[in-house]
């Protein structure tokens, strides 16, 4: 069973910039994909990014396009989400999910929530 930490959250202003970080303990994420959840107040968790399992390939929802970045460095067993122009919709706590034993981008985004690692999540709040 592998453990999973987020850091990196705050409080930050409309247009700033944070980086996430996802790392992990007790099983190498070397081999999985790793996806980052977001779940904002009155709102269901909601899918953010996802990478496979060497990095050659992620996937982002609409809303964060072109705004947030996914990179993972299997070396030292973490993954990253950096976000850049923030905006006070994306205040929400954020969470970092690891597939069981799949290690592609399907294994993320179309996995029941049960089939994942889940960390405890790192508070994201966005000031306007």
């Known amino acids: 069973q592998v453990q999973l930490v987020e850091s990196g959250g705050g409080l930050v202003q409309t247009g700033g910039s944070l980086r996430l970080s996802c790392t992990a303990s007790?099983?190498?994420?070397?081999?999985?994909?790793v996806g980052w959840f977001r779940q904002a107040p009155g709102k269901e968790r909601e899918f953010v990014a996802a990478?496979?399992?060497?990095?050659?390939?992620?996937y982002y929802t609409d809303s964060v396009q072109g705004r947030f970045t996914i990179s993972r460095d299997n070396a030292k067993n973490a993954v990253y989400l950096q976000m850049n122009r923030l905006k006070p919709e994306d205040t929400a706590v954020y969470y970092c999910?690891?597939?069981?034993?799949?290690?592609?981008?399907?294994?993320?985004?179309?996995?029941?929530?049960?089939?994942?690692?889940w960390g405890q999540g790192t508070q994201v709040t966005v000031s306007s």
């Open positions: 999910a690891a597939s069981r034993a799949g290690n592609s981008i399907g294994d993320i985004v179309q996995a029941p929530p049960a089939n994942l690692n």
């Open positions: 007790g099983r190498t994420l070397g081999y999985v994909s």
């Open positions: 990478i496979n399992w060497g990095g050659g390939n992620t």
